[in-house]
Nanobody, 119 residues
Framework: VQLQASGGGLVQAGGSVRLACTAS????????MAWYRQAPGKQRELVAS???????NYAATVEGRFTISRENAKNTVYLQMNSLKPEDTAVYYC??????????????WGQGTEVTVSS
């Protein structure tokens, strides 16, 4: 089971970026999906999470600017980031709690996609 993230890049402050992350491989279903980020010299932090029915939670620093969503049929989670600030610069990682066909649950990380916000 793998998570493949895409959509990062360089954007000016005030701009927008949309990240996507798709799960591939053989599994039964996906529980919570989330986006984390890690800025240079800082610890990885939770940005937003979403459960299978679409209930979302956000870090206070992004509430009102970022929107997490998912398409269960495509095993994909998105992060729409608006009104970006230089302090949003980080490597963004997707994460998913996946139930394998064996019945075991596995927590999976994507490879990370870099977002750089210039002032």
């Amino acid at each position: 089971v793998q998570l493949q993230a895409s959509g990062g890049g360089l954007v000016q402050a005030g701009g927008s970026v949309r990240l996507a992350c798709t799960a591939s491989g053989t599994f039964f279903n996906i529980y919570n999906m989330a986006w984390y980020r890690q800025a240079p010299g800082k610890q990885r932090e939770l940005v937003a999470s979403i459960d299978p029915i679409g209930s979302a939670n956000y870090a206070a620093t992004v509430e009102g600017r970022f929107t997490i969503s998912r398409e269960n049929a495509k095993n994909t989670v998105y992060l729409q980031m608006n009104s970006l600030k230089p302090e949003d610069t980080a490597v963004y990682y997707c994460n998913a709690d996946i139930r394998l066909q064996s019945g075991y649950r596995r927590n999976v990380w994507g490879q990370g996609t870099e977002v750089t916000v210039s002032s």
